[in-house]
């Protein structure tokens, strides 16, 4: 026979696996928060008041929340200056404007277990390392992690997408090697490739340093060197553990004076360097490009026919050289997906309507990206497949707004909060037996035909310390802009002796020796 009190554990276990939802409906007052959301770009919603998950959260919970939508790291620094909201929920949190602000942000290390169970048992189960991860220097969990934990399709940022059509116009194949490459590329050039009549508005070769995945310096990779991102620096590699400068060498000065000669043979848009992101879109959407980089076709072209002639590029290596391309590092979550306001009067509650979104992979999923059925199918194996929904399927679920979206980063962006939803552990698969033309599973065989040449070593993800990074910036001030600004400049005039001495004089100058032993220090964990 139980005891009362063997009869009130169950009880109270019981009580503990129902869903979160159910101990906010008992509250005698609904709930009001604010949360400020960083929108998507591509998002057509008028308001995240109109999302489905935000609509069912409310429901299901009591808290009813006032969306202030950003779309900036300026505005989040004008809100951390004034009225704070509750919440946070995006990307515009980072490492930096937490050292900064550190007394402004819930620790949540200790309400986890007791307020995030859902959120803490995922942690635990799938994610070795998750408390470092997310531990702050100064000891604390400021953040709970969103997006994909583990994204193949996101270990690089750039893929070259090269037009099948015109290479039929032509009468050649996608290039394997450097020397077809270049004779491609004067194909293009010189016989109007793309068919309207005029030969001379074709552009071989496309890029745009304004733009964060189509930058020049992705065609170093064909010298091996890798450049994750030409904003923040990664001008190294790293060899045997041992990080090693790439902008001081003979790659780099042979990738330099290659694009110098295909830009004076009108191979490459020099205009790259200089023009704005919508410029390079709209060359790309007018079919103009032969070759150009981006995360995929979709994300420039709407045009399906325009769309379906591109596919991705082998990686490439120059002669003499092993291609070599720069990844951004294995784990995919942001550590900021959701942060709390140390002044709220309702953190704990919100620390519950996270754990309700995070509830199970499911519900995640359905914040990410809408519900089941509609741009994903989940599995009998469990995985959630991609998958292209039919008109009958959006305005059966109340979409119809988004029937002229279908297969584009629009209708993706508007049914969820893209990128920043509560963590799921693998992206969605793509099941290349049944669509190769889905754009899940265009990208996806974009990184199959480039991970061969993926670098096999990355650098630490592990949070810094505000003074080591504080003394990283003021020891290498005006280091990348130099670089960069000496790259644009060599692609325009060239590379003699005389420029290219003087370079590896100013990388002195600019303690270039001082970035890459700061970096083998973090890489080492010495910090």
Avoid at 37 to 64: C, L, M, W
Avoid at 91 to 109: K, T, Y
Avoid at 234 to 261: C, H, P, S, W
Wanted: hydrophobic share 40%; with cysteine.
């Amino acid at each position: 026979m139980k005891t009362h009190f063997q009869l009130l554990a169950l009880v109270l276990a019981f009580l503990m696996a129902l869903p979160v939802f159910a101990l906010a409906e008992s509250q005698a007052e609904p709930i009001e928060v604010t949360i400020a959301v960083t929108r998507h770009p591509n998002d057509a919603t008028q308001s995240y008041a109109e999302k489905h998950f935000a609509i069912q959260a409310e429901e299901d919970t009591g808290i009813h929340v006032n969306w202030i939508e950003i779309t900036s790291a300026e505005q989040v620094t004008a809100l951390l200056a004034g009225d704070l909201p509750d919440a946070f929920w995006g990307g515009n949190i980072s490492d930096d404007v937490v050292s900064q602000n550190a007394d402004l942000f819930l620790p949540l290390e200790d309400l986890m277990a007791e307020y995030a169970p859902n959120v803490l048992a995922l942690y635990e189960e799938n994610f070795s390392g998750w408390e470092s991860y997310l531990t702050h220097p100064d000891g604390h969990i400021y953040g709970f992690m969103g997006g994909i934990y583990n994204r193949p399709n996101g270990m690089t940022y750039a893929a070259q997408w090269i037009n099948t059509r015109w290479l039929e116009n032509v009468g050649m194949e996608i290039p394997t090697t450097a020397e077809e490459l270049y004779d491609v590329l004067v194909a293009f050039r010189d016989q109007d490739a793309n068919g309207n009549g005029d030969p001379t508005d074709e552009i071989p070769l496309n890029f745009c340093n304004a733009y964060y995945c189509a930058k020049i310096t992705n065609l170093a990779s064909m010298w091996g060197v890798p450049c994750t991102n030409a904003d923040t620096g990664d001008f190294f590699t790293i060899q045997d553990g041992k990080v090693v400068g790439t902008v001081n060498t003979d790659a780099y000065r042979a990738f330099l004076e290659t694009m110098y000669q295909w830009g004076q043979e009108g191979l490459i848009n020099v205009e790259g360097l200089s023009q704005t992101v919508d410029q390079y879109t709209s060359q790309i959407s007018g079919d103009r490009s032969g070759l150009f980089y981006d995360w995929a076709p979709y994300t420039s072209i709407t045009d399906a026919d325009l769309k379906a002639q591109f596919q991705a590029q082998p990686a490439i290596a120059a002669d003499g050289y092993d291609a070599c391309i720069g990844v951004v590092g294995p784990i995919n979550a942001t550590r900021y997906a959701f942060v709390i306001s140390a002044s709220s009067p309702y953190a704990t509650d919100l620390v519950r309507w996270w754990d309700y979104l995070s509830q199970d992979l499911d519900m995640a999923m359905f914040v990410a990206r809408g519900e089941n059925g509609l741009i994903y199918e989940k599995g009998e194996d469990g995985i959630y497949y991609d998958h292209t929904p039919t008109a009958e399927e959006l305005i059966a679920l109340g979409y119809d707004t988004y029937v002229n979206n279908i297969g584009s980063s629009t209708l993706t962006a508007s049914l969820g909060h893209m990128n920043y939803h509560p963590v799921v552990i693998n992206d969605i698969a793509v099941d290349l037996t049944k669509d190769t033309t889905s754009n899940t599973a265009v990208r996806s065989l974009a990184i199959e035909a480039l991970k061969d040449a993926f670098e096999d070593e990355f650098m630490s993800q592990a949070m810094v310390p505000a003074a080591n990074v504080d003394d990283r910036d003021f020891g290498t001030e005006g280091l990348i802009t130099y670089i960069n600004e000496f790259t644009a400049d060599a692609i325009i005039n060239g590379v003699t002796d005389e420029s290219w001495n003087q370079h590896l004089a100013q990388l002195e100058t600019y303690n270039y020796g001082y970035y890459l032993e700061w970096y083998q220090d973090y890489l080492d964990g010495n910090f």
